[in-house]
Structures are given as structure tokens and as C-alpha cells.
């Protein structure tokens, strides 16, 4: 694991954390080395702040959300990226599988246990619609209608959306990147509204 941090600059040759590792160390509700290299890789850059929640929503979807690349009703592989409607997140959601195989060829050339392939699957894209539309005012009924998935499933993945938001927003202030702080904070002010972030009976 060593080599893979050191290959991905998280660590000097001396293991002497840099800032990539500060970031990563910030990060738990998801991937911390794909996270990482999305924040260095700039690519949060050119996105607005619904744009930024709609691309980290594909690093906190569960199963049945699809957007995997599983199989289609005739067999064939299904393209992920093809399948979201929101045209201008294809080309964010394909860089961010680039540098999700970059990641998992790292791993895999440190002779470490990881398929390339299941490991680009994991980012499923079957929220990215859902969480662009609902960071631009959709109501959570329009959502229900989107996806197969459940009520509290679409709840769930919108919390950890959020949680996410503010560990990046941690890092950035770590790595004193206060335009990155700036538009984790806009695209939290977004995303937490409404039903979907009200107090539970339960809690």
C-alpha cells in the first residue's frame, strides 16, 4: 500500500505525507484515493456547484440505483456514461472513470487483489439525474419517479452525498484550497433542503 500512495503522491519516497494525504485522510464516506485524485486532477474546476453534487453522487450510490454497466434486457453491456440523461455530466462522469482506472491500475501494479474493471463499476452513475434535477429545485416526488430504487434508498444516498460534502470541504480547508471550500459549500446549501433533509420522527 506503501507504493500505491508513494506512485500517487500521498507519500515522499522518505513517507513523509503530503498534501494529497492530508486530503485523503479527511476522507471516510468514500473512496479517499479516487476522491484525492479528483480534487488534484482539477476537474472540479469547470463544474458548477449542482454539476460538483450530480459527479460525487456516483461515489456514494448503492446497488440498485444501476448506472453500474451491467447487462441490458438484450444482453449487451450497458454504457454507463451513455445512460445519463444530464448531457453536460457524460463528459465529468468519463474523466472520473479515467482516473478511477488510473487509480485501480496503480493498485494492481503494486501487486495488490483488485480487478480494474469491478473497481470502475463500484462509481455507479444512476444518481447523477437524480442529484442534478434536486440541486436545481426538482421536487422529491419527481425524483421517486425517476429510479426504481426506494424512498429511504434515495434518502440514504443523498445523506452520505452530504456527509461527503463536508469532508471535502474539511480537506480543502486542510490544503487551504478555499475556491474548492467555496463550491463544496454552495453545492451543500443545494443539496440539503426540503423533505429529504428533515429532522426523523426517530431521531
Known sequence: MRRVLRRLGHLSEDG??????????????????????????????????????????????EHGFGGSGGKGKD????DPVAMIRTRE?????????????RVATVVLEAKLPVDVDEYIARFATGLVDLVFDWCGGAKFADLCKMTDAYEGSIIRAMHRLEELLRQIIDAAKVVGNEELQAKCEAAQKLLVRDVVFCPSLYT
Do not use: H, W, Y
Not at 75 to 78: P, W
Not at 89 to 101: C, D, F, G, H, N
Open 16 to 61: 513523509v505525507i503530503g498534501n494529497k494525504g492530508r486530503v485523503a485522510c479527511e476522507v471516510s464516506t468514500s473512496d479517499e484515493l479516487l476522491v484525492t485524485e479528483l480534487v488534484f486532477a482539477g476537474l472540479f474546476q469547470d463544474l458548477d456547484p449542482a454539476q460538483l453534487a450530480a459527479l460525487l453522487s456516483c461515489l456514494v450510490a
Open 75 to 78: 444482453g449487451k453491456k450497458e
Open 89 to 101: 455530466m457524460r463528459e465529468p462522469v468519463e474523466r472520473m472513470r479515467e482516473l478511477a482506472k
